[in-house]
T-cell receptor, first 114, second 111 residues
Framework: DGGITQSPKYLFRKEGQNVTLSCEQN?????MYWYRQDPGQGLRLIYY???????QKGDIAEGYSVSREKKESFPLTVTSAQKNPTAFYLC?????????????FGPGTRLTVT | KNQVEQSPQSLIILEGKNCTLQ??????????LRWYKQDTGRGPVSLTI?????NTKSNGRYTATLDADTKQSSLHITASQLSDSASYIC??????????FGKGTLLTVNP
């Protein structure tokens, strides 16, 4: 999983509660990303950060928030405003601008909200 | 609209057989095309990355081809193994590092 850790692997929450998913990388990558994966769909970008203290909304940012206080860490908070939070969440990192700037993915966190 | 279409959606083959997965894209401008392997419940792992000027790239038993004129790519798996059972995702990078993901092809290799 390329030096990226996500915790926990499985997370269960009651509807109406905020929950924070952890993502840490030791690859010294500047860029970090959060994706959501639903059955039968391609990965969708939630938020990304190209540098510390800066982040941008992706295609489906509503109901989510992030912070990037350290290069190694990019936590994602799923708020109660997210209508369908149950999904598989993937964190990734990369060195932006490289021709071979492939993304390294973490192992994922499966969030179930009931 | 940038799109990446993969076919087939799912495929079942016997161990030892070869198979080819297809990817068509409409992403423009084009920067590179990537194939990832994703085991169930795990994060995707990169197999190959090809730029505009590359039309074939191999990684062990995996060989990817790219035809930038027709905007098509294929991933050929040779002498399949049970461990090849996974979802294979085609990803195209366009401008500003933006990635467009296909929905994946679910490959099952049976003994």
């Amino acid at each position: 999983d390329g030096g990226i850790t996500q915790s926990p692997k499985y997370l269960f929450r009651k509807e109406g509660q905020n929950v924070t998913l952890s993502c840490e990388q030791n690859l010294n990558h500047d860029a970090m990303y959060w994706y959501r994966q639903d059955p039968g769909q391609g990965l969708r970008l939630i938020y990304y950060s190209q540098i510390v203290n800066d982040f941008q909304k992706g295609d489906i940012a509503e109901g989510y928030s992030v912070s990037r206080e350290k290069k190694e860490s990019f936590p994602l908070t799923v708020t109660s405003a997210q209508k369908n939070p149950t999904a598989f969440y993937l964190c990734a990192s990369s060195i932006p601008g490289q021709v071979s700037g492939k993304q390294y993915f973490g192992p994922g966190t499966r969030l179930t909200v009931t | 609209k940038n799109q990446v279409e993969q076919s087939p959606q799912s495929l079942i083959i016997l161990e030892g057989k070869n198979c080819t997965l297809q990817c068509n894209y409409t992403v423009s401008p084009f920067s590179n095309l990537r194939w990832y392997k994703q085991d169930t419940g795990r994060g995707p792992v990169s197999l190959t990355i090809m730029t505009f000027s590359e039309n074939t790239k191999s990684n062990g038993r995996y060989t990817a081809t790219l035809d930038a004129d027709t905007k098509q790519s294929s991933l050929h798996i040779t002498a399949s193994q049970l461990s090849d059972s996974a979802s294979y995702i085609c990803v195209v990078e366009g401008s500003n590092y933006k990635l467009t993901f296909g929905k994946g092809t679910l490959l099952t290799v049976n003994p």
